[in-house]
């Protein structure tokens, strides 16, 4: 039994993750929706991942704002958002393209007696006016990732002031040493939770699996078929822009498959966030940046989504026989952009993302309560792809930095990681 263990421990995560997958959805088509049994070891790994998000964002951000400028802080955060802002767009008209070829929901008919209640969209002017909670203790309970940010930042900077201070320079040094101290033993912790990884994966996949069987696959399996398609040709997106800027593509797969694999399988951006941040680590990229463009991302950067969004709106179009028009595609690429960023962090924001849209076009609802029946399938893949667009931006961007400061020996450090 020791010899197990000790062979488990050793065995390369990555392998570990893909034999649970496997596992689990053989477990989720053999025992359908008795596979539900497992639902709490999943429960468990979500609430390990969940339990870090919160020491590991203020303290790698803070630590990270101790080691750069303002002036670098606030030139890295303007590449951030824009980044985000342009691929959220450019998955929409990737959506829009792949599914406009392959023509999703063609010759389906819609049930307009089936009614569906659509969450409200909390818009911008919200997702602005949370970044600054009302007070520390609520952003932290309530999870609110931009508030959580915001709370690093500042205290990352009054920190760096104390330290630059000849009055307060000994105080700030000390805090400084203990939140480091403190980020250190969080990473210490992601190291046991690591290990729980694959359980939790095997657990989540086989409800997922279960719940959804193989009868709402076929029913609406050109649909996701062709989301999936788009996802894919997304990820072309991203290799390009790797090559185009000199990321190296082994380094960078080799440590963003985990998040990317746990995110596919758990849904949840923000909950699989500590292996986001810790494959970034693992990359060698710049703390100062991950510590804040990575939350960020998990909150506001919705690539997946935005496909979702694109082939969803071809799909209803195409149900009531009404392709969409020049003009309504480039609707959708700029309400949707707009929706993406307007429903961060909001329970149900695919689907709200998909309503706003479909709202501004004139499509049906009903359409939006059809997809929900294959929202866990198509979430899914959604979700995999927010994360690997979050560490592709930040991949990119350390590298633009790191070309910056020092131009001769960027390329070696890279090889190196």
């Not at 071809?314 to 969409?324: E, K, M, S, W």
């Not at 029946?373 to 990119?396: H, S």
């Amino acid at each position: 039994m020791k010899a197990i263990w000790k062979g488990y421990i050793h065995a390369s995560l990555i392998l570990k993750i893909t034999i649970a997958l496997i596992l689990g959805v053989i477990v989720g088509l053999i025992f359908g929706k008795d596979a539900a049994v497992l639902e709490p070891f999943g429960d468990l790994l979500l609430h390990l991942l969940k339990f870090l998000i919160i020491p590991l964002i203020l303290f790698t951000l803070i630590v990270g704002v101790n080691q750069t400028s303002i002036t670098n802080l606030g030139r890295m955060g303007g590449k951030v958002f824009l980044y985000y802002v342009l691929t959220s767009a450019l998955a929409i008209v990737v959506g829009i393209a792949v599914a406009s070829i392959f023509s999703p929901g063609a010759g389906m008919t819609l049930d307009t007696k089936e009614g569906f209640e659509v969450p409200e969209n909390p818009g911008i002017i919200h997702v602005l006016l949370s970044i600054v909670p009302e007070n520390i203790v609520t952003a932290f309970s309530e999870l609110n990732l931009l508030g959580i940010i915001f709370t690093a930042l500042v205290f990352g900077i009054a920190i760096s002031s104390l330290r630059a201070s000849e009055q307060h320079h000994e105080l700030g040094e000390q805090v400084y040493t203990v939140i480091n101290g403190l980020n250190e033993a969080t990473l210490s912790i992601m190291k046991v939770i690591l290990q729980y990884v694959p359980i939790g994966v095997f657990a989540i996949m086989a409800k997922t699996v279960g719940n959804q069987g193989a009868d709402t696959l076929l029913s609406l399996g050109n649909m996701v078929l062709v989301l999936y398609i788009a996802l894919i040709v997304h990820i072309g997106v991203y290799i390009l822009f790797m090559f185009v800027t000199k990321v190296p593509l082994k380094p960078f797969f080799r440590e963003a498959r985990t998040p990317m694999v746990t995110a596919f399988v758990t849904q949840s951006s923000s909950g699989v966030l500590p292996l986001t941040l810790n494959a970034a680590k693992n990359m060698g990229l710049s703390r100062s940046l991950y510590g804040f463009s990575l939350p960020l991302g998990a909150t506001i950067n919705m690539d997946g989504a935005a496909i979702r969004i694109a082939v969803s709106a071809v799909f209803a179009a195409n149900i009531i026989g009404d392709p969409l028009s020049f003009t309504d595609m480039l609707q959708v690429v700029l309400v949707g952009t707009l929706a993406s960023i307007g429903t961060a962090g909001v329970p149900g924001a695919g689907i709200i993302m998909i309503a706003t849209v479909f709202a501004q076009l004139g499509l049906p609802m009903e359409a939006v309560g059809l997809l929900t029946a294959i929202d866990a399938l198509v979430g899914m893949g959604c979700t995999a792809i927010n994360v690997t667009g979050d560490l592709v931006g930040t991949a990119i961007i350390d590298k633009s930095e790191k070309k910056r400061e020092n131009p001769d020996t960027v390329e070696n450090s890279y090889s190196r990681s």
